[in-house]
């Protein structure tokens, strides 16, 4: 008990300190403009909003996942984990094209830029911000329906340090896009705020794509609790 709970707090920490600090760094990469940095600041929550609302609809897949797999675990039917795994994927990825496309339509439409704001610095920030929002619902829906069934398998303590490992490379992957002497930023010194926000979230979406790799690792894993590929353990 005590393995599994240090083990949820620290990922649920890191993962907390991460998201602080992109916001942190939303707000204050803009110079001495002050419009600028209010807009970044703004965009950045409306969108970060979105992604935690689409986040807590899959997470009750996650939840749901989470007593089924560890149901079936219980009852040592190895069968029954990976069909009951395969069917959770396959709603994860339908929710999260179900959740892009509710997001397209809202940002092609003109929608969710009305809806949130009426000033044209916040909104122009947004609409960078939006494409990699929609994008990332399909992944997103499979990281947390992967973490409910890992959570089901008990592999808390796997969780915590692939976490970590996955802040990691979406810290180096926004200190990569920042550096001055490389070109993923703008030269033109004026779009340095509408860059580092936009960095921000290409390295959220980093943090994504490496929690998604780690949970399938250890999803597909002949030794693991799932062992999603069915493969023999027999030498």
Same mark, same amino acid.
């Given at each position: 008990?005590?393995?599994?709970? #240090?083990?949820? %707090? =620290?990922?649920? *920490?890191? !993962? ?5 600090? &992109?916001?942190?760094? /939303? +707000? ?75 997001? #397209?339509?809202? %940002? =092609?439409?003109? *929608?969710? !830029? ?5 000033? &044209?610095?916040?909104? /122009? +920030? ?110």
């Amino acid at each position: 008990l005590i393995v599994a709970s #240090s083990s949820v %707090f =620290l990922r649920s *920490f890191v !993962l907390q300190a991460s998201l602080s600090g &992109a916001a942190a760094m /939303a +707000a204050r990469n803009v110079g001495s403009d002050v419009v600028r940095a209010s807009a970044s600041i703004a965009a950045h929550q409306i969108a970060l909003q979105l992604w935690l609302l689409c986040s807590f609809v899959c997470d009750a897949l996650a939840a749901a996942s989470q007593a089924l797999v560890a149901d079936a675990i219980g009852r040592k039917d190895s069968r029954d984990t990976i069909d009951i795994s395969y069917t959770i994927f396959a709603y994860s990825f339908a929710l999260g094209g179900i959740l892009a496309g509710v997001l #397209s339509i809202g %940002f =092609l439409s003109g *929608f969710l !830029l009305d809806f949130f704001t009426n000033d &044209a610095s916040t909104k /122009a +920030a947004l609409t960078e911000l939006l494409p990699l929002l929609i994008i990332a619902q399909p992944l997103n829906a499979f990281v947390f329906a992967a973490d409910g069934v890992l959570q089901g398998a008990s592999e808390f303590s796997y969780q915590a340090k692939t976490m970590a490992l996955s802040v990691f490379a979406a810290v180096s992957t926004f200190l990569i896009l920042e550096n001055d002497y490389l070109d993923f930023g703008s030269s033109n010194g004026s779009s340095q705020g509408s860059d580092t926000l936009l960095h921000v979230w290409e390295a959220l979406i980093v943090l994504q794509v490496a929690r998604g790799f780690t949970s399938l690792v250890k999803l597909v894993q002949r030794e693991g609790p799932i062992n999603l590929l069915g493969l023999s353990n027999n030498k």
